[in-house]
């Protein structure tokens, strides 16, 4: 979840917030990099607040997350940034703190590059019937345009989402989800936790986060047969997740594929045919072999890896001068 510059961006770009967190944690998906610890050092975070580094035993995006909760002791609400954002908005640690008096979780839009992120299926007639909903396809469906400033919807955005802690307790996060990260098909894992918060989530609507660049999920592989295949095989997961019948999962598989012809139309043909065979071979490994703990991460022992990355925890708060948490 941080490395390098992107990570010095964002802690100077907290830095100008209306409201500042009373802890940040870092995680540290290098597990101990020097380039990481430097750039927390000479942020000024450490003389500010109570400064947490993880360096995670594992580059696992939902592994990682689970690690700030399970640190999280003694406070009442956890807010994720993903390192690659930009926080143009002053007031957006504010706004999503503040929709936690409202609800269990909250989350915002993410403009891409410039532009908003969005999906032309968003815009079609049926929408208005899904209006912040979920769909079996894993879509996320934008609220009604109305005048409630917090509308309910069931999904989270993972680059920028806040959590009361009670909502989602370290036990919530399933380790299959951390399994299916490792094999390189860890899609939709925000959508994963939303199914696990346990209360309503709301959009914090008229508030955006920036990711610079225009360029597409970091989770999401470039090349289109592995991108169809982690997008197929994920949908699997996130059907067991809601515990659908196995009409459902055929339904989510083929809403999935007809949402993502959309964004494939704009892709070369070499790249079609690539997303078509693996979104096929994610399918059937969906129907033969579904991603569990079990079958794909068999040999790791995930509550081992959460005491080793904790235990090498260094508070780098002024105060503390470097020392280590105990785990």
Not at 223 to 250: E, K, T, V
Request: hydrophobic share 45%.
């Amino acid at each position: 979840m941080a490395a390098g510059w992107m990570l010095r961006r964002l802690l100077s770009e907290l830095l100008r917030q209306s409201v500042t967190p009373d802890k940040l944690i870092v995680v540290d998906c290098e597990g101990g990099s020097s380039a990481v610890r430097r750039a927390l050092e000479e942020s000024g975070w450490p003389d500010r607040a109570e400064t947490l580094l993880i360096p995670a035993s594992r580059s696992n995006l939902p592994f990682q997350r689970w690690l700030a909760r399970r640190i999280v002791t003694d406070l009442d609400a956890l807010i994720f940034f993903d390192d690659d954002l930009l926080l143009p908005n002053a007031r957006t640690v504010e706004h999503l703190a503040g929709a936690l008096k409202r609800a269990a979780a909250a989350t915002c839009q993410i403009r891409m590059g410039g532009g908003t992120e969005e999906r032309f299926r968003w815009r079609l007639p049926l929408d208005r019937l899904r209006a912040g909903r979920l769909s079996t396809g894993g879509s996320r469906h934008m609220p009604r345009e109305d005048d409630d400033p917090l509308p309910r919807i069931e999904w989270l955005r993972g680059g920028a989402m806040a959590i009361r802690a009670g909502a989602l307790a370290p036990e919530r996060f399933p380790h299959d989800l951390f399994a299916l990260a490792e094999s390189g098909a860890g899609m939709g894992e925000e959508l994963a936790l939303a199914l696990r918060v346990r209360g309503p989530i709301v959009l914090v609507r008229g508030l955006e986060v920036e990711h610079p660049g225009g360029h597409g999920s970091n989770t999401l592989p470039a090349d289109g047969a592995r991108q169809g295949f982690a997008i197929a095989y994920s949908r699997r997961l996130l059907h067991d997740l809601r515990h659908g019948s196995p009409i459902a999962l055929g339904a989510a598989w083929l809403a999935g594929a007809s949402a993502a012809a959309v964004d494939c139309v704009r892709q070369g043909a070499a790249h079609r045919r690539g997303f078509l065979h693996g979104y096929m071979r994610g399918v059937i490994e969906g129907i033969l072999r579904p991603p569990t703990h079990a079958r794909l991460t068999p040999s790791i022992d995930w509550e081992q890896e959460a005491r080793i990355s904790i235990a090498g925890t260094l508070e780098l708060s002024k105060e503390a001068q470097c020392r280590r948490v105990s785990a």
